[in-house]
């Protein structure tokens, strides 16, 4: 079955870096498009960014972009994502998912398997 396993989540200070790591298990995982979401406390989970199949693609929120670099690793199956400048309203658990497509997309409707997530935390 498929699986999808975050990790690199931690607290940290306004203005610091982190890499989040999602390895991914039982799929062919060069045919699917990746992507990021998260989700704060009391808030609708968000599209923060996605990545082709083949990663020759990227597509990133207003809200990030410039900041967060999303990108992958086919032979190891897994997709990253590189947050600099982090900024306190950037708190929230990181999701990452498959796409059904190969090409990236910002919907959530386009994405069918989730990891379990991870915590990040920037205070001010």
């Known amino acids: 079955q498929v699986r999808l396993v975050e990790s690199g989540g931690e607290l940290v200070q306004a203005g610091a870096s982190l890499r989040l790591s999602c390895a991914a298990s039982?799929?062919?995982?060069?045919?699917?498009?990746m992507g990021w979401f998260r989700q704060a406390p009391g808030k609708e989970r968000e599209f923060v960014a996605s990545i082709s199949s083949s990663g020759s693609s990227t597509y990133h929120a207003d809200s990030v972009k410039g900041r967060f670099t999303i990108s992958r690793d086919n032979a190891k199956n897994t997709v990253f994502l590189q947050m600099n400048s982090l900024k306190p309203e950037d708190t929230a658990v990181y999701y990452c998912?498959?796409?059904?497509?190969?090409?990236?997309?910002?919907?959530?409707?386009?994405?069918?398997?989730w990891g379990q997530g991870t915590q990040v935390t920037v205070s001010s």
């Open positions: 998912a498959r796409s059904r497509r190969s090409y990236y997309s910002s919907s959530l409707s386009d994405y069918d398997y």
């Open positions: 039982g799929l062919t995982f060069s045919m699917y498009a």
